[in-house]
């Protein structure tokens, strides 16, 4: 089983917040209106099933269906939205965010949680109004440091073809090498395989390979994740977590 990554997160300039850039459903900010996603990336966001994350990846945020913005969903009950009380994350589905552990990544550094309103901000820029009120702005003092994955950089996903798992990315190096492998939470490497990146027009710099040892019944099932290196451009993929089937010697 493996997760999938699905675009169209937004950073919004006026709060510093991220929030789900759903069209025609801008959400509130708490700067007072619409948020603004002017000069924004567009992100990528780790939709699990359930709460299943790999490595180094933190289950639990949400979306909030009144102002669209991410925030971590168990801290909902002390939460405060910009469009009132508390957030409410009705429909939302389970998604992860990668905690930066220093392991090489071309995602996007810098992302904080806010321990008063439970959103996620952008911390380099100077601090976003909360809307907690009373004039205050995000605090990530006590936040883990995040990175998040954006349109551009190396995106990897996954689908199943008669039994087996397949991969597939886009944003590579078009008729340059990418590196493709699996590895188990512990670090230790399962699969491995060189491919080239083509010219697709449903995914630019892309690829498909099969081989991750996904399947089930005599084998060894590990949690793991999948990641793929472009060795033109020197950048990685996010992880994406995964179940690893080993066969039983």
Known sequence: MAASFSDGWTWCKRCQGLFDGLPGAPGKCPAGGAHNSSGSFDYFMLFVDGDMAGPNQQPGWRTCKKCRGLFYGPGAGSSSCPAGTHHDATGSPSLAL???DGSPSSNQKGWR????????????????????????????????????????VPWIGTYTF??????EGSNYTVGGQVDVFTRS?????????????????????????????????????????????DLASGKWSPKLPMTISVIID
């Open 98 to 100: 990668q905690v930066d």
């Open 113 to 152: 949680w806010c321990r008063h309103c439970q959103g996620l901000f952008f911390a380099p820029n100077p601090p976003g109004p909360c809307p907690v009120g009373a004039g205050r702005v995000h605090d990530g003092s006590t936040s883990a440091a995040y990175d998040l994955p954006f349109r551009g």
């Open 162 to 167: 008669n039994g087996d798992l397949r991969a």
């Open 185 to 229: 939470t512990n670090g230790t490497a399962h699969w491995h395989e060189r491919v080239t990146a083509i010219n697709n027009q449903s995914a630019p710099g892309g690829w498909i390979t099969a081989g991750t040892g996904s399947k089930s019944g005599g084998r060894t099932v590990y949690n793991g994740y999948l990641q793929a290196h």
